[in-house]
């Protein structure tokens, strides 16, 4: 069964913030925002949806459940007569630790809203403090006990190199959002967008950028803790509408069409590494790889990287890579022969 998403963007509405990094209306690309509208995009999207596929409505781009409480129960209320119909499965919506309380929970139970992704962008309250979140570590553990404690399931939305993070950081917000009972997670290496004061931070040397080589690392360690947890990453990396094909929008950092795709080459990387560090090989090795089919291209990297880097770090006659249906996500084979 297809998973569809059919987004409704809440641009801004909900959040007196201005967190650094953060503009919605240039992410999401929509400046205003008419509720009238959600009907015609739910419409129009369920139009290019099979009856098979596992639809939902979600409300993303702002803090949902911070904006007008008449606004947002609008809302709800137009999502909730599409699951009612049975034209929709569920509603999902996306906000921050702080705009989650006993009585927003209770609403969003009412209106069949299943999964709430919470904007868990650091555990580090320094971070949050430099990233002018406008709250605190305490804030995320509380809203996710409430949200998993009703039932709700919870997506982790994390971010990569924020101002003050560093690389164990990162590796402690995935640990608390694995243990917080999330089911998924999003991993966004941070982007510098133009209006933003993470802009201004970076022009002024406040903040340097990410590179993007920094930003595949990083986000790899935090993916594979992910994986081993049995977490779904549902993506790394902004999506490439989102404001990051212009210079009108885009300023600095790691901005790559397939960023997620380098993510897992360096995945593969390193798990190949790993398993070729346990064996003596020499100038007459072959190393032959098997991989799940789909995967042969993440393992082999970006222009065969992958290969050409481990032929040459560990002085190989040969690598072969080869692909086996048999093989379940995440497994590999490798094989390692001297030639006589
Ligand atoms: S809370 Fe969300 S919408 Fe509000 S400023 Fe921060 S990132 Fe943007």
Known sequence: ???VNIPVFIPHLGCPNQCVFCNQRTISGVKSFDSLSVVKTIDDALSTVDKEDFTEIAFFGGSFTGIDRALMTELLEIAYSYVKAGRVKSVRCSTRPDYIDEEIISILKKYSVNVVEL????????????????????DEERACRLITEAGIELVGQMMIGLPGSTPLDEIKTAEFIINSGASGARVYPTVVFRDTELCSMAVSGDYIPLSLEDAVRRSAEVVKLFRLSGLRVIRIGLQASEGLSSSDT???????????????NKIYLDKITAELEKHTLSSDTKVYITVPSGDLSKALGQKKHNKNYLMERFNLKDMLFSTDESLGFGEMTVKVRKDI
């Open 119 to 138: 904007g868990l962008q650091s555990t580090s309250d320094k971070v949050l403090s430099l990233t002018k979140r406008n709250h605190t570590f305490d």
């Open 1 to 3: 069964m297809r998973h």
């Open 250 to 264: 885009y300023f600095a950092g790691p901005n790559h069409p397939s960023l997620g795709e380098l993510v897992e």
